[in-house]
Each structure stands twice: as structure tokens, then as C-alpha cells.
């Protein structure tokens, strides 16, 4: 189960996740993002309620990632021990903007 909160604000989108990002539940942050990529600045990913995150949930940070590149930035904030652990191993931590 993952639930996505969003506050957008101008070209400002802040999505602060609660549970597990998984094979489940990438699908709807994929949608969630996509849907409101379009003319944004920032993407905040806010991981203070985040659990758990796959491979599947890696490939759609990336994919925004890449999105956000052409047209902003991207950042995750809020990241707890277990997931930091798995953005080092996989190396995202070179990749992504982390706070």
C-alpha cells in the first residue's frame, strides 16, 4: 500500500509518500508524476513515510529524474536509514539530488 499526498504551488510539486513502493504501487506514482510533470520547476519526493522501495520504485525515480533534467529539478528529502541504504547500494545516491 503507498499513499501519495500532493501539494502543488506554482511550478512547485511536492509528493510526500507513506508505505511501500513496490511492483504494486510504482504504477500509480508513475501515473501521478506523468500526469503532472507538464510545466513543473521543482519535484520534491518527500520519503518521511516510506517503507520499503523495489527496483520498480528505483526505475520510476529514475524516469522523473530524467524528466526533471529537461526541465527542473528533482530532490528526495526526508530519507530514512533502510531506503538511503538502498539508493547507496544501487548507486542512486550519485545520480539523484538527496536533502
Same mark, same amino acid.
Given at each position: 500500500? =503507498?499513499?501519495?499526498? $500532493? ?5 512547485? =510539486?511536492?509528493? %510526500? ?12 506514482? @508513475? $501515473? ?8 513543473? #520547476? ?16 528505483? %526505475? ?5 529524474? $530524467?524528466?526533471?533534467? $529537461?526541465?527542473? %529539478?528533482? @530532490? =528526495?528529502?526526508?530519507?530514512? @536509514?533502510?531506503?538511503? @541504504? ?12 538527496? #536533502?
Amino acid at each position: 500500500m =503507498l499513499n501519495i499526498e $500532493k501539494t502543488r504551488e506554482n511550478g512547485n =510539486l511536492t509528493c %510526500r509518500l507513506e508505505g511501500r513502493l513496490d511492483t504494486n504501487t510504482a504504477p500509480d506514482l @508513475e $501515473k501521478k508524476l506523468k500526469d503532472d510533470l507538464e510545466g513543473l #520547476e521543482n519535484l520534491v519526493l518527500d520519503f518521511a513515510g516510506l517503507e520499503y522501495i523495489s527496483s520498480a520504485g528505483l %526505475r520510476v525515480l529514475l524516469s522523473a529524474h $530524467k524528466a526533471m533534467a $529537461k526541465q527542473g %529539478r528533482m @530532490e =528526495l528529502t526526508h530519507v530514512g @536509514e533502510t531506503i538511503m @541504504e538502498i539508493l547507496e547500494v544501487t548507486g542512486f545516491t550519485d545520480i539523484l539530488n538527496i #536533502e
